[in-house]
């Protein structure tokens, strides 16, 4: 800050027009003799035009008549440096119309009056370097006319302005306008608009001793004001750089937070509707565009049935508490994912509620697994008690056999009662070799031995006969004898089980089911010998979604019966024996689903690793 004693008779050193003009800064100059500071404000444009800059003058019509005249004596031609587009000379008056509304300066309107008018003082510069120099007296009109907010709010517009564009920016204020101690306030507001307040006098000019001594007590006093204001908002901006330093490390480290959590964080305002999703939770939801879905109520994002209790998780965030619930929701490819959901207020500085903020968790493969789990468990029981009736069962057939033994063998039975319990016989045979394969499925999955195939598909064949022969289905089996695989047969059983069912439950009645099984080798490993069972039917095959997903635990088409882990169960059994399970399936004219599994031949390494760790 520059005091009186700075002050000569070519202005305040470092000043506008001076040898220390600061690019992009915003001067202000006060005076009392406007010839004083014409002289002053000719230094100023002459040094811009001089250099190869522009110079924009907005000013009323008497200050830009006396600056040409002080520039033309100066042998600067005016007229020349107007026609070339680096002396721009508007009446501030009428450039005041243009963007003032209702006594209020309209920051749209004000920039699209300004920026055409630098733009063009800026597109005539001789030099790269060169500089745009701008006065302005339209705040001064304003001060003048008593809107004293509104030319605060103008200084503050062009305070933009001057961050935007190399500019050297000056305004000026009759010091008359601020001659009296209530308007010494508004002086101090307008000081700390600027980046440098300085007097523009000249004093050697005066008449007398006494004229001089008052304009210099005059203009001390002026600038101490200047001088603490100065130092007041350097102050000011020192606390608020801090201030903004500090905040921006808090949100900086506040975003980093919620950046690297894995959990999805969302923010709704208070309607529900979506303002922000963690990038976390848009990777899990698989959204490419989180704009298509800023706005949107979030609520749109779940399942009908599920809305009720997630908008009374928003209600009682609303009221001050915390939501939760959990649901389904899925994501852009159709992927279902299980969420954990917490909704909680997020308060203003007032302590009323101003948003609503969301954390969810993945847990859909927590979820599956306890699903799966139950479903085992219900396999299992299902199991056991199988196991239990088939065991139970034998001894009341073992019985019944021999009584019809015993009837047949008697020598007084009349020969078609005889022929009747003979078929009754073989039946109950039959009875009893189900319920052994039954007990069998429950028995044989501890351990791996060398089996037959074709005994394999036999004992299969025979659990669904009565299922084919109701449905009148046709089934050709193509397996050779010799065939023999090291594998755990109960798991085995289970696995060709599941693909038989499923075949017999998608042939229409009449329908046709081929199973054939021979040596092979494993495409995808090195040609490993094998044993390939393939299991083919005609019957309505699958849509391309439903193939999709028909590995995927608790996908089912069967809604009524189906729990959807049937071909899950039969892939994880397969491969856990080193083995593959591979299917193609069409609809249409010549619908139909074939299924490949493929098991090695000899005892593989992995399983009987598996087996001895078990």
Avoid at 11 to 29: A, I, L, M, N, Y
Avoid at 144 to 171: P, R
Avoid at 305 to 330: H, L, N, S, T
Avoid at 383 to 388: D, E, N, S, V
Wanted: hydrophobic share 40%; proline share 3%.
């Amino acid at each position: 800050m520059h005091t009186v004693n700075e002050v000569g008779e070519k202005g305040v050193v470092g000043g506008p027009g001076g040898s220390g003009t600061k690019v992009g800064s915003h001067w202000v100059r006060f005076y009392e003799d406007p010839s004083v500071f014409l002289d002053q404000l000719a230094e100023f444009a002459g040094s811009a035009l001089g250099s190869g800059g522009a110079c924009i003058v907005i000013a009323t019509a008497e200050c830009r008549s006396g600056l040409a005249d002080r520039l033309t004596e100066w042998a600067i031609d005016v007229r020349l440096a107007a026609r070339s587009g680096r002396y721009i000379a508007v009446d501030a008056q009428e450039m005041l119309g243009r963007f003032m509304v209702e006594g209020w300066p309209d920051r749209d309107l004000f920039y699209r009056t300004i920026e055409p008018v630098l733009a063009h003082a800026e597109s005539a510069l001789t030099r790269k370097c060169g500089v745009v120099s701008v006065f302005g007296e339209m705040v001064a009109l304003l001060w003048k006319g008593g809107h004293y907010d509104a030319t605060i709010q103008l200084e503050q517009l062009w305070n933009e302005v001057a961050t935007q564009h190399c500019l050297s920016l000056l305004c000026a204020y009759p010091l008359s306008l601020f001659a009296h101690d209530a308007e010494q306030e508004g002086f101090r507001k307008v000081c700390q608009q600027h980046a440098e307040a300085a007097p523009a006098e000249s004093f050697t000019s005066m008449g007398s001793e006494s004229e001089r001594k008052r304009m210099v007590s005059s203009l001390q006093q002026k600038t101490a004001l200047v001088c603490s204001v100065m130092e007041e908002r350097e102050r000011a901006i020192a606390e608020r750089k801090h201030a903004e330093e500090k905040l921006f490390r808090s949100e900086e480290f506040a975003r980093k937070v919620v950046e690297s959590c894995t959990d999805c964080v969302k923010v709704l305002d208070l309607e529900g509707r979506l303002e922000y999703m963690s990038p976390s939770g848009q990777a899990a939801m698989e959204i490419s565009d989180l704009s298509r879905f800023l706005g949107r109520t979030w609520l749109e994002l779940w399942k009908d049935e599920d809305r009720p209790r997630i908008e009374e998780a928003v209600a009682v965030a609303k009221r001050g508490g915390v939501g939760m619930f959990q649901a389904d929701c899925i994501t852009i490819s159709d992927r279902r994912k299980y969420w954990d959901v917490r909704v909680t207020p997020a308060r203003g500085r007032d302590g009323a509620i101003e948003r609503l903020i969301a954390f969810s968790r993945d847990l859909t493969e927590l979820h599956e697994a306890q699903q799966i789990a139950i479903q085992a468990e219900k396999v299992a029981a299902a199991g056991r008690m199988a196991a239990t009736i088939a065991h139970e069962i034998n001894n009341p057939l073992e019985a019944v056999t021999n009584f019809i033994y015993l009837a047949r063998t008697s020598p007084k039975m009349p020969e078609e009662a005889a022929r009747q319990l003979e078929i009754a016989d073989r039946e109950l045979t039959r009875v009893a070799q189900m319920a052994q394969k039954t007990l069998g499925f429950y028995r044989d999955t501890s351990k791996n031995k060398w089996m037959g195939v074709c005994e394999v598909v036999d004992d299969v064949l025979l659990i669904y006969e009565r299922k084919l022969r109701n449905k009148q289905m046709q089934t050709t089996v193509d397996v050779d004898p010799s065939l023999k695989i090291f594998v755990k047969q109960g798991e085995l059983k289970q696995a060709l089980s599941n693909l038989v069912a499923n075949a017999i439950d998608a042939s229409r009645e009449g329908g046709a089911i081929w199973l054939r099984a021979h040596a092979s080798k494993n495409w995808t490993n090195d040609m490993e010998p094998g044993i390939r069972i393939t299991l083919a039917d005609n019957g309505s095959g699958m849509a391309p979604e439903v193939q999709k997903r028909i590995f995927a635990p608790f996908f089912t088409t069967k809604t009524n019966v189906g729990t959807g882990i049937g071909l899950w169960v039969t892939k994880s059994l397969i491969e856990q024996q080193c083995g593959y399970l591979r299917f193609r399936s069409r609809q249409g004219r010549h619908s139909g689903t074939v299924m490949s599994m493929f098991l090695p031949a000899e005892p593989h390494p992995q399983a009987h690793q598996a087996q001895l760790a078990a």
